[in-house]
């Protein structure tokens, strides 16, 4: 089972930036597809973004194209999450996960661990 531990959340005002981490403990970090999702207060989790094992291939949320980045650094086990143009409707707990099977359509993936989660806020 791998663990992943998400850092780097806070509060953020309408159109600033946060960069999340997620460090995952597996050697084989490199084989996996990863992904962000969030949830907010009230809501269903949601797909935000993947990205392929090599980070050859990724795949966002129609919500945060042009916003949000996803990338990883295998040598590190650590992907990443780059949000930018923030948004008050960007505000939910963030989630890294390891995605088993892999489906173009992100409610087709199937997913192993998640970690816990880090808040992000954004004021208006």
């Known amino acids: 089972q791998v663990q992943l531990v998400e850092s780097g959340g806070g509060l953020v005002q309408a159109g600033g930036s946060l960069r999340l981490s997620c460090a995952a403990s597996?050697?084989?970090?490199?084989?996996?597809?990863m992904a962000w999702a969030r949830q907010a207060p009230g809501k269903e989790r949601e797909f935000v973004a993947a990205i392929s094992g090599d980070g050859a291939s990724t795949n966002y949320a129609d919500s945060v194209k042009g916003r949000f980045t996803i990338s990883r650094e295998n040598a590190k086990n650590t992907a990443y999450l780059q949000m930018n143009s923030l948004k008050p409707e960007d505000t939910a707990v963030y989630y890294c996960g390891v995605i088993l099977v892999y489906n173009d359509s992100p409610r087709a993936n199937r997913y192993g661990s998640w970690g816990q989660g880090t808040q992000v806020t954004v004021s208006s």
């Open positions: 597996a050697p084989t970090f490199s084989r996996y597809y």
